[in-house]
């Protein structure tokens, strides 16, 4: 039985579907189960990473485990969400673990940088056939415009001409379904990319032709995105890493190999995933 956190975001979600569509039993973990969309062979069950009790139970009777953290960079004295969920699973047995990082993990020594490698070491100091997956931007952070697009053709983000190699969420999963499977991914850590290098404006123009839509971007101010980062409650070392990284270096922009070495075929296109979640940005009603 296999115990997937973040079960009802972009990256879980892909992996419940893909494992229960496979016969895989899943447990599907989340704050809220009763809210839960799950597919048939999923269970939702709860689980908090700041009650242990919770976890142990969610744990029970689990052989592998996808293991992921919401917590803000900077929210506490560590990752501390990692290495509770970690230590459950080292209470309940657990032998693979797949571990969802970020790109670089813990290269550098800024404050993220510092974050992810004391999470990343809660997994692979831990006795398991651990597998470490490093995705970079997510093409599922274009939801975060479904509303803009849903009331109108204008689209304001910050950061828009900055270059990311975007990775589908689908394919990251389909990744960690075969690392949870099998101990052909033990110990491996695994940078991942989209196969194209695009800006948020080059997105939203695809995005655009996917819905027969002519939609515009206005660029926010870099001062705007910073002073939204601090409202949401970022720490003030976080936001000065996010711009500095952000603005600084084109780590991320990439086309790297990964995705299609693992799976035999090439990554998803950004237009891909648009299709797939066109109905996101369509009008309700």
């Keep these: 039985m296999i115990l997937v956190t973040g079960a009802t975001g972009h990256v879980g979600g892909e992996l419940v579907r893909r494992l229960t569509a496979a016969g895989e039993p899943v ?6 189960p009763a809210e839960a969309r799950l597919p048939e062979g999923a269970t939702a069950v709860y689980g908090d990473a700041d009650d242990p009790a ?3 139970t969610a744990f029970a009777g ?3 485990a996808f ?5 803000g960079v900077g929210a506490a004295d560590g990752p501390t969400h990692d290495r509770a969920l970690a230590e459950a699973a080292a209470r309940a047995g657990v032998r693979r673990v797949v571990k ?3 790109l670089d993990g813990g290269a550098g020594s800024d404050v993220i940088a510092r974050w992810h490698a004391a999470a990343e070491a809660a997994i692979t100091q831990g006795d398991f056939a651990w597998t470490l997956l490093r995705p970079g931007r997510f093409m599922s952070n274009a939801l975060q415009w479904s509303g803009q697009v849903r009331a109108g053709d204008e689209v304001a983000t910050p950061f828009a001409d900055r270059p990311a190699a975007s990775v589908d969420p689908a394919d990251l999963a389909e990744i960690a379904a075969l690392a949870l499977n099998t101990d052909e991914h033990a110990g491996a850590t695994h940078e991942l990319s989209g196969p194209q290098t695009l800006t948020p404006a080059e997105e939203l123009r695809i995005l655009g032709e996917t819905l027969g839509r002519t939609l515009r971007l206005r660029a926010l101010p870099d001062d705007v995105a910073r002073t939204g980062m601090s409202r949401y409650g970022f720490p003030p070392e976080v936001v000065d890493a996010i ?4 603005l600084n270096s084109d780590r991320g922009a990439e086309v790297l190999p990964t995705v299609e070495k693992l799976l035999g075929r090439p ?3 950004f237009a891909q995933w648009a299709t797939a979640h066109a109905e996101a ?5």
Excluded: E, K
């Design 281 to 285: 940005f369509t009008p309700r009603g």
């Design 67 to 71: 293991l992921m953290s919401a917590q």
């Design 62 to 64: 689990v052989t592998g």
């Design 243 to 246: 711009m500095d990284r952000t």
């Design 100 to 102: 969802l990082s970020v």
């Design 27 to 32: 447990v599907a973990m989340t704050r809220r």
């Design 54 to 56: 919770s976890l142990d």
């Design 267 to 269: 990554a998803r296109t």
